[in-house]
């Protein structure tokens, strides 16, 4: 017979209910800090949302970011991020990279004087360099993205809970949205807390989260609701223990091998997809959590 890996026993017996009012509380309890200090600390906004600059650098020599920081750094100008482009259609000797400056000012765009700096200190640095486009978005339109990744986040929400609501019971859908806004939520708060860069790439990671977290969710779900037929006379708690049971394997090696992958993106991916895989993560170790602590409570 095959060696198989198991991450968790073939029948396990585990009461995941036993202190349901202290697991599910304390969710409820981290969902409200994280509306505090979302409300009180607010969000670390990147220029998708702040508003800012994106400078489009062009040159022979290969693209070296610590240089092109060191070139900025003691400028007058807000958050910088150094991002080089890579394309298959570029030739041997075409190195292109995005200088993102964020406003200081979440009231106005960058100056013409301070991008005319940036460019001067580039240029210092590599006479070769050109800048084939300059693209600024002003705070009106920070704002409207604000106002549309919320819209896209709730709509996904709803749209999750009538998907359920029509392949379950009523009953699932509110237990499934709760665990999804359980797993927004307090990543939100996380964010919030150690003032991360929040911007579009983090959206996409929310929302990247709700699917994640309900794929689980259903799976539990569906074997909650053949249980419920097959042990009619058996109290409501001892089903959903015997399906979160039945089910720990899977949610096991699912999140498991999810987090090494992501895990990996988040120490070796470099700066521009940290965020965004910082999110992934904790998303999936909350969305675990409320698929067996949250949803079905």
């Known amino acids: 017979m095959a060696w198989r890996l198991r991450l968790a026993p073939e029948k396990t017996n585990i009461d995941f209910f036993k202190h349901q009012w202290l697991t599910f509380g304390g969710s409820m309890l981290l969902m409200v800090l994280a509306f505090v200090f979302w409300g009180v600390m607010g969000l670390n906004f990147g220029i998708d949302f702040k508003g800012g600059t994106t400078i489009r650098t062009e040159s022979s020599q290969p693209v070296d970011v610590g240089a092109y920081r060191a070139a900025l750094q003691g400028l007058d100008i807000g958050d910088v991020v150094i991002t080089e482009v890579f394309d298959p259609s570029f030739r041997a000797d075409q190195h292109v990279a995005m200088v993102r400056i964020s406003s200081a000012d979440a009231d106005q765009a960058v100056s013409s004087e301070a991008l005319t700096s940036v460019q ?61 806004l359980h797993d927004v939520f307090i990543t939100i708060g996380i964010f919030a807390v150690f003032q991360l860069k929040f911007d579009l790439t983090i959206i996409a990671a929310l929302l990247t989260i709700l699917g994640y977290s309900i794929n689980d969710t259903v799976v539990v779900f569906d074997r909650l609701r053949e249980n419920l037929v097959k042990y009619k006379t058996m109290p409501l708690k001892d089903v959903m223990n015997l399906s979160v049971n039945e089910t720990l394997s899977r949610t096991l090696m699912t999140s498991i091998t999810t987090l090494i992958a992501v895990g990996s993106m988040m120490i070796f991916g470099g700066d521009v997809i940290r965020g965004f895989s910082f999110a992934i993560f904790m998303g999936v170790l909350l969305g675990t959590y409320s698929s067996v602590y949250v949803a079905k409570n």
């Open 120 to 180: 001067a200190a580039l240029t210092k640095m590599d006479p070769k360099i050109s800048f084939p486009s300059v693209e600024t978005v002003g705070p009106k339109v920070s704002g409207e993205l604000v106002k549309t990744s919320v819209i896209a986040v709730a709509l996904t929400s709803v749209g999750i809970m009538l998907y359920i609501w029509m392949r379950f019971e009523w009953q699932f859908a509110l237990g499934g949205v709760l665990a999804l």
